[in-house]
Each structure stands twice: as C-alpha cells, then as structure tokens.
C-alpha cells in the first residue's frame, strides 16, 4: 500500500509543480522577476541565459525537500522526487523539444507535443513581459484558443500603448 502512496505523492507532486510554475510564469517570470526571465525571450549567446537561475532556485528546493524527507518526514522525500521528475520533464520537453537547448533526437510527434510546442511559439510571439499567453509547461490549452487570446491582447497592448503616447 505505501508504493501506491507514494507514487500517488509523486504524481501529485508533478501536477502541483506545474500548477506552481504556471503561476510563477505568469506572476512572477512575467512580472518582478522579468530581469531573469527576460533572456529566455531574448535571443542569447552561449549555453546559459541568466532565466536558467530560477532552475537553480527550483532545484534548491527539490533538494531541500529529499533533506527533509530524509530525516523525518519520508513522504516530504517522495514531493522532492516528484518536483526533480517534474525539472527533468521541463528539461527535456521545453529545453530539448521547443528550444533545442539540449541534443533532442527529433521534433514534436504526436497531438500533445506539437501543441505543446505550438502553445510555447506562441508564447514567445509577445517579445515584451506583457500580453503572452500559455504559461504552462507541460500542459497546453488548445491552440486556436490561444491564438485567439495572443490576438486580443495583442490589440489591448496597442490600444493601451496608443492611450499612453496621447497622454
């Protein structure tokens, strides 16, 4: 029973972490912490881009949670393994899939991937921290849902920039 458990920890760990990064995406990537995040938007040279900082962030707290998980509270040990499968799925999908930061074999097959990477282009069709739409990572809403989205914001942007210049 304690597999089951566990593995139920784990899932539900990976399934928070993706609600979390989606609203640190949105709110805080997006916001106060645009200053990191806006290399991830930008064209870099070399490896690193100064966005890979919130990965460390990010893996401090898995590795605090195996800590923990270790010496008292074991399921605490399981939502450390789950958020780490969650950073190795970031890693390889978003990474290695959308960006073709890491050696990935192929591009996107099959309906999930390819929105999954349509959804993330279209994220990065807004250039400035404001107006993007998807923020998940390993979740996409459907596509010409965000186009959609993309469009209006895109118009509400202009008009607010246009009321801005007048003023």
């Not at 645009?34 to 962030?57: I, M, P, Q, R």
């Not at 929105?115 to 994220?123: I, S």
Request: hydrophobic letters at 45%; charged letters at 20%.
């Amino acid at each position: 029973m304690s597999i089951l458990i566990n593995i139920t920890i784990i899932i539900a760990s990976i399934i928070g972490m993706e609600i979390f990064a989606w609203a640190i995406h949105k709110y805080v990537m997006h916001g106060p912490g645009w200053g990191w995040h806006e290399s991830h938007h930008t064209e870099t040279d070399g490896v690193f881009e100064k966005n890979d900082l919130y990965a460390v962030v990010f893996s401090v707290i898995a590795a605090a949670f195996f800590v923990i998980g270790s010496m008292d509270q074991s399921w605490l040990w399981y939502v450390g393994l789950g958020l780490t499968v969650y950073g190795v799925l970031y890693a390889v999908v978003h990474d290695g899939l959308v960006h073709r930061r890491l050696p990935f074999p192929r591009k996107a097959r099959g309906r999930y991937m390819k929105r999954l990477v349509q959804a993330h282009r279209l994220h990065h069709a807004a250039h400035t921290k404001h107006g993007c739409v998807s923020f998940g990572f390993i979740w996409a809403q459907d596509v010409q849902k965000l186009k959609r989205e993309l469009k209006h914001n895109m118009a509400e942007l202009g008009r607010s920039q246009q009321t801005d210049s007048a003023e």
